[in-house]
Nanobody, 116 residues
Framework: QVQLVESGGGLVQPGGSLRLSCATSGSISRINVMNWYRQAPGKERHLVATITSGGSTNYADSVKGRFTISRDNAKNTVYLQMKSLKPEDTAVYYC?????WGVGYWGKGTLVTVSS
């Protein structure tokens, strides 16, 4: 099993920055891909960014050039650096681990609110 705990959410003004963290524990060696998703109020959950075990990254068009996903293997933590935040970035942000078992594990999420 894999456990995930997100942190770093909060209230930020438009144009501001935040860094989200996702601490992982458990069978970390079985994780192939780490993902960040977000779910705005009343909307479906959408993929925001991914990073593979090899370090390859991919982003949703809506966040390209503003968000950066990275990982610190020594700390077993994945980050999502967000800059130039917009009100439409307001959502609960979740991290998800895709494992070699074919099972995905989710964290409980952290709320990001972009508002003046």
């Amino acid at each position: 099993q894999v456990q995930l705990v997100e942190s770093g959410g909060g209230l930020v003004q438009p144009g501001g920055s935040l860094r989200l963290s996702c601490a992982t524990s458990g069978s970390i060696s079985r994780i192939n891909v780490m993902n960040w998703y977000r779910q705005a109020p009343g909307k479906e959950r959408h993929l925001v960014a991914t990073i593979t075990s090899g370090g390859s990254t991919n982003y949703a068009d809506s966040v390209k050039g503003r968000f950066t996903i990275s990982r610190d293997n020594a700390k077993n933590t994945v980050y999502l650096q967000m800059k130039s935040l917009k009100p439409e970035d307001t959502a609960v942000y979740y991290c998800k681990a895709d494992t070699s078992w074919g099972v995905g594990y989710w964290g409980k999420g952290t709320l990001v609110t972009v508002s003046s």
